[in-house]
């Protein structure tokens, strides 16, 4: 059992990752069409459709976490997709393919390229276990103001420390290719 | 709760979110950083296709409508010097000409294609008027600039008539540009390769001087 407080914190989390995420995809779907090519694991008939298909599913993950209704498919959709972000992206670092653009940037670094790297695998599976998480029972609590601040704040810190999370593995991808290797 | 503690746990949540606006600040400062401090040399990126891999044949239209064709077999033998300029990046300007020069001196085995991305084709017909390149073919393609990862601006790559990659890099003067198709006629691809190969205990020397 955990508090519905923590429940809306992932909730409205996740809503705003996937915002970024759509967001990112429905503003450039050139460019998106382009990583999806990238990736070379679709058929080239399926890119087309996924161009809009992908950003689709997410804008829907978002209404379900806002909402809070359907949760469990929500949880398990969002999970699943990002599983499937993590596979594309190991079987392209394992094919040592990893200068391809990742197209997983959010907010502030979404404009700019982010080279594939294994510590993108592990934050798609943090964030899937962050998911499934929403799906452990809450206990019954009505939420009062107070609760409504602490959600915000917590949900602020959560994109705060989220992007600089993601600015630190775009660094770190930078670096690396400085050295050379 | 209530009292000292209370007003303790609202400071404690305002100091947790200034850090991490400090924190998310710092990295986004420290990614930056790497942006701007562009190398001076003819940098060769270790991202994107590496030289002599074959290069995919793309399909392009330019800002005339004529397609062409990048990658492959050349069917008049020519090699393809890809220059990727922008109208927002100053040093393209200054390097415009100097690509036409030498390819004018290298005629006889080498087109010169411009390429660029964005979506106002009117700013990049002003620009194309601008710097008097009319003659040369301008394509404005994200998924060209993609395929070869190009990151930083002016960025040439140089693909050779047979279809592999001969060199690409960075570069902001001639001799920069002129490293590239020096390494395609000597088959090193940069200076560091020759070292390696060449003068091991050199190479070993400067690794210990630079570490």
Redesign the interface.
Known sequence: MIDPLIARVIGFGFAVLFIGAAWHKLSTP??FA??L??YQLLPAFLIRPLTFLIPAIEVTLVLGWISGLATWITAMTSAALLATYALAIAINIVRGR??I?CGCGFG??AG??Q?LSSSLVARNILLIGVALLSLVPTTARGLGIIDLI?VS?SV??AI??Y??SE??I??RA??V?WR?? | MEGPLLISYAILWVLVIVLSLLVFALARQVGVLHERVAPAGALMPTSGPKVGEVSNVMSVTDLKGNTLSIGGVDSQGLATLILFISPTCPVCKSLVPVARSLVSYEGRRMRLVFASDGDKIEQHAAYVSDLDIGDYPYIVSQPLGLAYAVSKLPFAVLIGSDGTLKSKGLVNTREHLESLVESMDSGVASLQEYVEKHMPELDESITERAS
């Open positions: 050139e460019r382009a990583i090519r990238d990893i200068y653009d502030a670094a700019e390229e080279a602490i704040a602020l810190i705060l420390l992007a600089s600015q630190l775009q660094n930078a670096i290719t050379g290797k």
